[in-house]
């Protein structure tokens, strides 16, 4: 019996590089951090598992702040109205990000969020594989 095409046998999952990688970026950070945990082996998947959680923790952290932000700019007018201009700028800068991550997982190539992973890299050192 051969295996498919799309099988990895370097590769705790099974999966083709760019199919774990693709699916570990896919919903950040919980499929990262699944993958991070399950996959030793690729270390393709294994980077966009890293990816992912950055990216999703980044992408909660500042939700909280908006959030937050938000509570406190209600009742302010001219502010309350700049900003949610200025938060539906970042939701859409970090939705076209996700979808760029996606993009590059999936073809298998080798790509870092901008700021986001040079920061958390500098802070987390032990978790870049």
Known sequence: MSS???????????????????????????TGIIFYFIEKKDSLARHWAVQSIFFGCTW????????ILGVVFFHIPLVNALYFLLAWVLELAGFILWLIGIINAFQG????????SEQCKRLFPKLVP
């Open 4 to 30: 498919s095409p799309s099988s990895n046998p370097n590769s705790d999952t099974g999966l083709a590089s760019n199919l774990a990688s693709g699916l570990a970026a896919l919903v950040p950070p919980f």
């Open 60 to 67: 909660f952290v500042l939700w909280i702040a908006y959030s």
């Open 109 to 116: 190539k080798r790509w870092e969020y901008p700021i986001i």
